[in-house]
Nanobody, 117 residues
């Protein structure tokens, strides 16, 4: 009932910036929490950041101070502003959503972020 579509990934040099977008459609009324995950080849999926409908945010320690998650409820879109990117940020980034953090049942297809040194 909910579809999530990510965009904004690409190739950037270390120190550069990218902004990811995730647009939700469908039964979006039931979404409270939206999140960004990432997964690098051969590594476990990592929670990057979460945001509630009210705007409360949480970040992984590895991205604090560099990444900012935001949400436009009117547009049903969540963003991830990524600054001072590092090669270790290279991963497929996935948007997720659900009624709460422990019930993120809807997922996007992912968008590739590659940071070169």
């Amino acid at each position: 009932q909910v579809q999530l579509v990510e965009s904004g990934g690409g190739l950037v040099q270390a120190g550069g910036s990218l902004r990811l977008s995730c647009a939700a459609s469908g039964s979006i009324f039931y979404i409270n929490t939206m999140a960004w995950y990432r997964q690098a080849p051969g590594k476990q999926r990592e929670l990057v950041a979460t945001i509630t409908r009210g705007g409360s945010t949480n970040y992984a320690d590895s991205v604090k101070g560099r990444f900012t998650i935001s949400r436009d409820n009117a547009k049903n879109t969540v963003y991830l502003q990524m600054n001072n990117l590092k090669p270790e940020d290279t991963a497929v980034y996935y948007c997720a959503a659900g009624p709460r953090k422990t019930r993120l049942t809807f997922w996007g297809q992912g968008t590739q972020v590659t940071v070169s040194s």
